[in-house]
């Protein structure tokens, strides 16, 4: 019957566990304890690793994929068009959005004649992958190092223009997002984007 078995093995990962006596220290798991006692031991002279957060907030990397935020222009208008290609390229699809047409009694509030009426990214769904950043042709919405606050409620992550938008008084800094081509880009006045 066991060499039936033997020829049966699928892998050759299989070990063959020994049924070797334990000693009397052994038995009293005394060498255990005293090696965890040891490693214990060790660890009260090395330096701590925790970091008293949220007073002291450790250093994220300058191109640390955080919370978005959407963008506005030199004069405070939103840069997002509703073109949906931000919503296109996630491959989460986290991002939803509805375009609506712009009044022209609403020439200070959207930069283009088509805005997003409703904007929300699923901070659940999210991947922080950077490919709605990428995708965005008006260079409306960027990750940030800001972190995504915690929730008890599932509804709360869904994140909509009220929380993504960014406020007329408080700009966020995105410059370390954007690459020396995208800069450069940025200063060519000849492009239709630029003017």
């Known amino acids: ?15 063959v566990v020994s049924n070797k ?12 304890i005293f090696k965890g006692l040891y490693v214990t031991f060790t660890h009260l002279f090395r330096k701590k690793t925790t970091i008293q957060f949220p007073e002291v907030k ?7 994929r955080g919370m978005h935020v959407l963008k506005r222009d030199e004069e405070g208008r939103e840069r997002c068009t509703a073109c949906g290609l931000c919503a296109l390229s996630c491959p ?23 805005y ?10 999210c991947i922080y992958c950077g490919d709605c950043e ?13 972190f995504v606050p ?7 992550f869904i994140y909509g223009k009220d ?7 408080a700009r966020i800094d995105v410059s370390k997002r954007q690459t020396p081509e995208v800069l450069a880009f940025k200063k060519d006045k000849t492009q239709l984007h630029n003017k």
């Open 116 to 125: 997003a009426a409703v904007y929300e990214i699923n901070m659940l769904r």
């Open 150 to 156: 915690s929730e008890e409620a599932r509804d709360n």
């Open 58 to 64: 450790r250093p994220v990397s300058s191109i640390y």
């Open 1 to 15: 019957m066991n060499q039936d078995l033997n020829k049966i093995k699928l892998t050759d990962r299989s070990q």
């Open 92 to 114: 989460a699809e986290a991002i939803t959005m509805v375009a609506k047409e712009r009044l022209e009694s609403e020439k200070h509030l959207y930069r283009e004649e088509k």
């Open 163 to 169: 929380k993504l938008l960014e406020p007329i008084d």
């Open 21 to 32: 006596k334990m000693t009397l220290l052994e038995k009293f798991y005394l060498p255990a």
């Open 134 to 146: 990428t995708a965005c042709p008006k260079e409306a919405i960027f990750l940030t190092d800001r």
